[in-house]
């Protein structure tokens, strides 16, 4: 079993930053991706980032539209650790992170349900 620890969260005013860590542990992971979803309140989840690992020695990133030019993921096999770099926090950025993994190959990485592990959530909170 894979177990996922998601951190770094918290209250930022718009403009700043924030840096949210997913540490793995338990069984060696190979992730065919790591990532970030996020849900805000009354609204289903969504995809924020994820990591995609390829030709086995190095990965591509993928974002959604609105954090563009905002955010950064970066993955840290060694520690089995995925980051994601969160600057000019907007409002609208307010939400429960979460992280994600999964072994598995094929389907969608933008998707929840291709994802096969869990973090807990860390809340992050931008004040306008």
């Known amino acids: 079993q894979v177990q996922l620890v998601d951190s770094g969260g918290g209250l930022v005013q718009a403009g700043g930053s924030l840096r949210l860590s997913c540490a793995a542990s338990?069984?060696?992971?190979?992730?065919?991706?790591m990532g970030w979803f996020r849900q805000a309140p009354g609204k289903e989840r969504e995809f924020v980032a994820t990591?995609?690992?390829?030709?086995?020695?190095?990965?591509?990133?993928d974002y959604v539209d609105s954090v563009k030019g905002r955010f950064t993921v970066s993955r840290d096999n060694a520690k089995n650790t995925v980051y994601l770099q969160m600057n000019d926090l907007k409002p609208e950025d307010t939400a429960v992170y979460y992280c994600?993994?999964?072994?598995?190959?094929?389907?969608?990485?933008?998707?929840?349900?291709?994802?096969?592990?869990w973090g807990r959530g860390t809340q992050v909170t931008v004040s306008s």
């Open positions: 994600a993994a999964r072994s598995r190959t094929g389907g969608s990485t933008r998707s929840a349900n291709e994802y096969d592990y």
């Open positions: 338990g069984r060696t992971l190979s992730s065919n991706a």
């Open positions: 990591t995609i690992w390829s030709y086995g020695y190095t990965y591509y990133a």
